[in-house]
């Protein structure tokens, strides 16, 4: 069942937004080949399916989306990738931004080529973006975080968000993605497994075979 997670407003809030301020602008964007480079990540917990029969320790996956500020449906956070920093620091940086969600970054799940007109400039005429992905096991949820104000967080289960899932090019990272990576790296004991940060991910911005 979807599940909505809110920002409450209590002590320390001034503090700890004062450490979280999105980054805007374009100066520091990274293109190439005409694209504009584009880090995001699908964010994703266990949940135990205890509690609907009482006896299987079979754990649910859910994965965190977030509303749109341009029009219905929902999104994985993302957004560009910046000169200063490496790809898996812009996801983790998107993740905090948009979702308010902090965690342990795992595998790569491929490139995906989209369009945007809201992304067209001098670097990137036709808007076209190309976007690396990556699974991120949620750790931490943030009660405050920088775009919290035009951003509402909905935990759902993969097929829900295949239904909601606001661009094809994002349900084609959850679904040929995020479902494939998970089959294949998820053999053993799901926490042991998960717990493991991939530290040497290799950039691979090539789109996904359509």
Known sequence: MMGTVGGDKEGGIERQMSELVARTGRLQQRYEDGCRLVSGCIPFRYRSSAESDGESDDKIVEVLMISSTSGPGLLFPKGGWENDETVQQAAIREAIEEA????VLLGQ???????SKTLQDEFCPEGKCRAVMF???????????????????????????????RHNWMRKALEEGFMKW?????????????EQQDENVELDPSPSPK
């Open 182 to 194: 998970r089959a294949n790296h998820m053999n053993g004991p799901a926490n042991e497994v998960v």
């Open 135 to 165: 699974a991120l096991h949620v750790k931490e949820e943030l009660q405050s975080w920088p775009e919290q104000s035009t951003r509402q967080r909905s935990w759902l289960t993969i097929p829900e968000a295949l239904e909601c899932c």
């Open 100 to 103: 308010g969600v902090k965690g």
């Open 109 to 115: 799940l491929g490139g995906y080529d989209f369009k």
